[in-house]
């Protein structure tokens, strides 16, 4: 994305070619690299599906993503004990290193490290997922239109967007966590005041690819066939300019799956009895030397999380970039 | 009312310790040499003073410290907790009722003035005048006239002055107490009880912003310049020449510094970039205990932490069986040897032990009992969720998280842990009506006698002024501490204490949790820091190593 806002004029003939330089121009005519068995022309995503299955990075980043999917929806399958039964916490056996089923050892409540920290994950990928959704669907529905349209609408979001753009987002989502703590669900509230300025940079990545598309010779063809603005933005133009989005939605997923345990850890994320792996390094710092397990473990955990969103989504990106191949 | 803000020996937040902690180190280590040894202060850490530096509205410890080298009260305590005078001559009466008290002389104000009777009266009758709105204003509740200053609210004073006050010479006044009160000496080396100067009233009859920046004292130490609370991180002071009392032997700079994290201020100390640390995090005792030798000091402490019932904004908590069943349901030992490391012990009396009228093991409901604390609460139809608040300034999130855990096991409830930025900040929401759950009290004494822990926090007459935060109201206790005042002697006040600590123990209006002890520690470069019964340092007993 060396060039995500590409200067257009807003009276600039829609005829006009535009020198792309956007990682993601999208090659509907081209012939496919891995097309020659079926002997059809590929399309963008079988081509970079075909490329992915022989990624490493790919396999072991969504194996890694597939079983933290698994721990998110049955943690129980990862462990027979529920660390929201207060009764599995033993206070005297607190900061007890790892013992037979205790595999990682107790925290400072004695509570069993482990199983919190599984059933930690949900929090955090459900953060994770629903931020990414949330800020996708507002930044890639802003940034379709203002692409698509240029002129007055065009500039009018993108100044909004670079206002947002100008607010330092740990800042501003400590600032919108903080002031609403306690009259929302605290869950709710990370993954509001994350979207709130998650969105622009999808909108960016989203815009630029469109105003890339929309001089392509299809979409001029589209027009001239009389088809409707709707039709063609999410029929020609949303299509070709996915990929580009996919590619920052997954690398903002781990993001965000960091950025919610940053909240978590200053106080103003998720709040116990609720269990999300900043409040567990919160608990923990206090005694890191005495006890360094109950801090290392969720960390650990969360550090490999946010590795394999972003790892994957280097690899899709890679995958989906013509250039790169 | 003292409430403790933040655990004596529990972390606040420690964000970025260590960082902090390097920097620290690099700033100090250059003035010491800059400086020589003769000048460099003796540093203390306290926290930022809840308000500006003004005695007879400072309720609170650390304010209360800075306070306390600046003025010389007029009681001191002794070994035995028994009050002995200071800046008095002498304290007498014949009837507990009309007390005398004569000044030494030789006691200047640090502009040069002498301190005279009059300055008492005047800071006592400020204090007490309900339009100023001063926060230690309970303290004078006992002084005859009290009600014509203070009628309560919404109504106006009949007068500005206490008609109980009378100055009869510059060495010497009378007070007068609306009824017999055995404690009142005792209740003299209290920050509220300090003397105010004539210069503190501003032209407007109020005492002036410079008084509460850079206030006027009669005691060992002179503010330097102005403390502008909220942007200066040190408050410095020097010995006052002409005091008249006991100074230290070798140094005469002394710095409090201004910490928002207790870990931070241990990281200092260990650096030697701090002197004294009163409040040593609970996370550094097993490192202090192990490292420090003879600078690590234990004492008991006469603070008590509770967990604070709303009785009178939540109907769920009427009947007594609930309370106890919490109260059995909360395994105190374990709190203290595994949360606190041994630095608090589990609270079996509303009195502490380090005043005398403790008894151990007088509150039966403080013992743990899983299975009678279930049995009860299931029959007394305890509420199936219960909200506990605390203040996640003072480092208390722990051990409310340990006690939400015993309650969720034990009762089988949902309990929820919910934190308020600021102590003040729940009593707001119970105000307000925001918030009816439990939640997390401390109390240390103002003056070491068993009453203070009964009528300021359980009183009828402490709802609304002082504080009695739950709304408690007991016609019989009030009457067996109003007769423990009225009392000749102490030994017979105590035994009416002792009573009304039996009504409390029976009807749990708080939850007795534990009871603090002091953990302090000092850098190799001073030596002989003591702390008082009052938890303040000794000031003239440090001597630089």
């Known amino acids: 994305m060396s060039n995500p806002t590409p200067p257009v004029g807003p009276g600039l003939p829609e005829t006009q070619t535009m020198v792309s330089d956007t990682v993601t121009a999208p090659a509907p005519e081209r012939q496919g690299r891995h097309a020659k068995k079926s002997g059809k022309p590929a399309s963008l995503w079988t081509d970079a599906w075909y490329d992915l299955r022989r990624r490493p990075t790919f396999i072991i980043s969504m194996i890694i993503i597939v079983v933290l999917l698994v721990m998110s929806i049955w943690p129980s399958l990862f462990t027979s004990i529920d660390p929201f039964n207060a009764?599995?916490?033993?206070?005297?056996?607190?900061?007890?290193?790892?013992?037979?089923?205790?595999?990682?050892?107790?925290?400072?409540?004695g509570c069993d490290l482990y199983a919190r920290t599984v059933y930690g994950a949900r929090n955090s990928i459900v953060i994770g997922v629903l931020t990414t959704v949330l800020t996708t669907v507002i930044g890639g529905l802003l940034g379709i239109i203002a692409g698509y349209r240029s002129g007055i609408v065009d500039t009018v979001a993108s100044r909004i967007t670079e206002i947002f753009f100008a607010i330092p987002s740990i800042l501003g989502a400590l600032l919108i966590a903080a002031t609403f703590r306690g009259q929302y669900n605290s869950i709710l509230l990370v993954i509001i005041a994350l979207s709130v300025l998650g969105w622009p940079m999808v909108y960016r990545i989203m815009r630029a690819a469109v105003i890339t598309a929309k001089s392509q010779d299809f979409v001029v063809a589209a027009k001239a066939l009389g088809a409707g603005s709707g039709r063609i933005m999410f029929r020609h133009l949303l299509p070709n300019s996915l990929a580009s989005v996919i590619v920052v939605g997954t690398i903002n997923l781990g993001n965000f799956i960091a950025a919610e345990a940053a909240l978590s850890f200053l106080g103003v994320g998720v709040q116990s009895p609720d269990i999300s792996w900043g409040l567990m390094i919160a608990d923990a710092r206090n005694r890191f030397l005495e006890a360094p397990l109950p801090l290392v473990i969720p960390a650990v955990f969360l550090s490999i999380t946010v590795l394999a969103f972003i790892m994957l989504g280097d690899a899709v990106r890679d995958a989906l970039d013509p250039k790169l191949r | 009312m003292r409430v403790t803000k933040g655990a004596r020996i529990v972390a606040g937040a420690a964000l970025l310790a260590v960082a902090v902690a390097a920097c620290?180190?690099?700033?100090?280590?250059?003035?010491?040499?800059?400086?020589?040894?003769?000048?460099?202060?003796?540093?203390?850490?306290?926290?930022?003073?809840?308000?500006?530096?003004n005695p007879q509205n400072t309720t609170e410890t650390e304010g209360a410290e800075v306070l306390g080298a600046i003025f010389d009260p007029l009681v001191s305590y002794d070994e035995n907790k028994q009050p002995v005078e200071e800046a008095a001559e002498s304290i007498t009466t014949e009837d507990s009722k009309v007390w005398t008290i004569k000044l030494k002389s030789g006691y200047t104000w640090h502009d040069g003035t002498p301190v005279t009777a009059a300055d008492y009266a005047r800071a006592w009758n400020y204090a007490a005048l309900q339009d100023n709105a001063m926060s230690s204003s309970y303290f004078f509740g006992r002084i005859d006239g009290y009600e014509d200053v203070h009628p309560g609210e919404g109504k106006t004073p009949t007068a500005k002055e206490m008609k109980g006050i009378k100055v009869v010479d510059d060495q010497t006044f009378e007070v007068t107490l609306s009824a017999p009160f055995s404690q009142f000496k005792t209740m003299l080396g209290y920050t509220a009880f300090y003397p105010m100067p004539e210069s503190a009233i501003g032209p407007d009859g109020k005492v002036t912003q410079a008084y509460g920046e850079k206030p006027i004292g009669q005691g060992l130490f002179k503010l330097d310049k102005p403390y502008k609370k909220g942007t200066d991180t040190t408050l410095d002071l020097t010995v006052y020449d002409k005091f008249p009392g006991e100074k230290p032997k070798n140094?005469?700079?002394?710095?409090?510094?201004?910490?928002?994290?207790?870990?931070?201020?241990?990281?200092?100390?260990?650096?030697?970039?701090?002197d004294i640390h009163d409040q040593l995090p609970a996370t550094a005792i097993s490192t202090a205990k192990a490292t420090l030798g003879d600078r690590y000091h234990d004492e008991p402490d006469a603070a008590v932490a509770y967990i604070g019932v709303p009785l009178a904004y939540n109907k769920e908590f009427d009947n007594v069986d609930v309370r106890k069943a919490i109260s059995m349901a909360i395994d105190r030992k374990t709190i203290t040897e595994t949360v606190f490391s041994g630095t608090t012990s589990p609270a079996d009396d509303f009195i502490n032990p380090a005043i005398p009228g403790y008894r151990q093991g007088a509150c039966t409901a403080c013992a743990y009992n899983p299975a009678e604390a279930k049995k009860l609460y299931e029959a007394a139809g305890g509420p199936k969720s219960i909200e506990l608040g605390y203040n996640a300034d003072g480092g208390h999130k722990e051990w409310i998280e340990a006690v939400a855990n015993n309650l969720r096991a034990n009762l089988g409830i949902e309990v929820s842990p919910t934190p308020f930025e600021k102590f003040q900040g729940i009593l707001d929401a119970l105000d307000a009506k925001e918030y009816k759950g439990l939640f997390r009290m401390g109390w240390s004494i103002d003056y070491p006698s068993a009453e203070n822990y009964l009528t300021p926090i359980f009183g009828t007459g402490s709802i609304g002024t002082g504080s009695n935060y739950g709304g408690y109201s007991n016609k019989e206790f009030d009457e067996l501490v109003a007769k423990g005042d009225q009392a000749l002697d102490a030994a017979e006040g105590l035994k009416y204490y002792q009573q009304a600590d039996d009504i409390l123990l029976k009807e749990l209006p708080y939850i007795p949790v534990y009871f603090y002890r002091a953990v302090y520690a000092n850098s190799s470069k001073v030596k002989n820091v003591k702390l008082n019964l009052l938890k303040q340092i000794e000031w003239a007993d440090v001597e630089k190593a």
């Open chain 1, 87 to 109: 009764r599995s916490c033993d206070l005297a056996t607190a900061r007890q290193g790892p013992s037979a089923g205790h595999v990682f050892g107790r925290d400072n409540l």
């Open chain 2, 24 to 53: 620290g180190s690099g700033a100090s280590g250059g003035g010491d040499s800059a400086g020589g040894s003769a000048d460099t202060p003796v540093r203390m850490r306290i926290g930022e003073p809840q308000e500006l530096l």
């Open chain 2, 251 to 274: 140094w005469t700079k002394l710095q409090f510094k201004v910490y928002t994290s207790s870990e931070t201020a241990w990281n200092d100390l260990q650096a030697d970039n701090l």
